[in-house]
């Protein structure tokens, strides 16, 4: 297995062409869908068919066995151009250019000018991608074929840059500057083939391989920022989802009017959503919260004093008394929903907090459900349970005499 990896050529160069390829693959089928993705993609993909017919393994199969002969490294450097003028067309519609259609007009004009050259040096006993003998037309080619390249690396990475720093968005920032970065990679390589053109020195040097290599892995990893976001924000869905849960199921319990379907449970909800899982997260916010306003009024008037002094005899921290009164407040209000008792006509409107937005909202109710399975809760039950017994009249405690105990009689 070994061996075979070995022959494919350079290791540094089947990095490349895995990492290009992993990226098309993952992200063609949301570009099929969306026209404003096409363009990258596409020039990420042309690029990833160029690099890989740069492969020793793959040239020698071609040339070899095919019988492609010099025509390969031809249609090696038209993928190129597809890819520069893919990469053209991006920088011609996000800079708000008017010629946006004139780069298709431009890459077939390209194309059909590399071919006649490539037919006119191979008449003439030269093949341009050799780059055997110095004709006229060979060095058109590689000057056109440059200029293209070098046009298209400098104006992209100087919008890549200009627009990465007006952008709020952190995954569209990095996704600029990585592919700002591969593309100046790119410039730099075709920059390093013109002095080794001018000098008349054929074979490339390890640093040009090493640039191409690094402007594929830049353009993959710029071309799967969104999929690296999305995926995170998925993980980050998921444990709302799966913190939040506890709570959530012991509120719908008590209220369950709030929740929009029948509830199931907790893998069964996370490994077979029935929504995707930003929407599922949303909806346990969302039906947490009206639980919450839902219960209020049921527990009792003493219960929110009694909560401070609890909290206060516990030693917490302001912030997280706050939190641990209003879990102790809706663990009674639920007890007291079950029961049957009824609800009070002036339940307090603060029950419940205030929050900002979605974000806010979801923090909170992650305190909130943390505090609500604390022990501080359970404790706080069993100091409730003593205070009535502390507050209970003589009376009640001694029911023989008018608020004190029995005496025995003089007899």
Known sequence: MTADLNALGPWYLVVGVCCLWSAVLLRCRSAVCSPHQRGLWLAVA????????????VDGFLQARMGFGHLHHLIRDLFGVLSAGAVLHFVATSGNCRYGKGVYVAVAAMTATLVTLDLL???????????????????????????????????????????????????????????????????????????LFSTNTEQPALWLRLLMVVQGVLWAAAILV??????????????????LWPLWRHLVDAAPHVALMKPRCRLLELLRPRHSWRLLGYRKVIETRDAILGLRGYAGPAVPGLARRYTATAGLADAEADVVVLACELSEARRAKLAGLPRRTDPDRSFGGDS?????????????????????????????????????????????????PPTPSAS
């Open 46 to 57: 042309t690029a990833a068919v160029a690099m890989t017919m740069e492969l020793p393994a």
């Open 121 to 195: 040096a191979a008449s003439h006993g030269g093949h341009t991608a050799h780059g055997v003998r110095a004709t006229a037309e060979t060095t058109a080619y590689w000057l056109l074929l440059m200029a293209m390249h070098l046009l298209a690396g400098g104006l992209c990475f100087r919008l890549c840059w200009r627009y990465a720093g007006r952008t709020d968005s952190r995954s569209l920032r990095l996704g600029l500057w990585l592919f700002g970065w591969g593309s100046a990679s790119a410039g730099l390589f075709w920059a390093g083939h013109f002095l």
């Open 226 to 243: 969104p999929v690296v976001a999305a995926s995170a924000g998925a993980v980050g869905h998921i444990g709302t989802v799966w913190r």
């Open 356 to 404: 900002r937005d979605l974000d806010d909202e979801t923090a909170f109710l992650l305190r909130l459900a943390r505090a609500y399975h604390s022990p501080h809760v359970r404790r706080f039950h069993l100091y409730m349970a003593g205070q009535d017994t502390a507050a209970r009249s003589p009376r009640d405690r001694f029911p023989g005499g008018a608020g004190h």
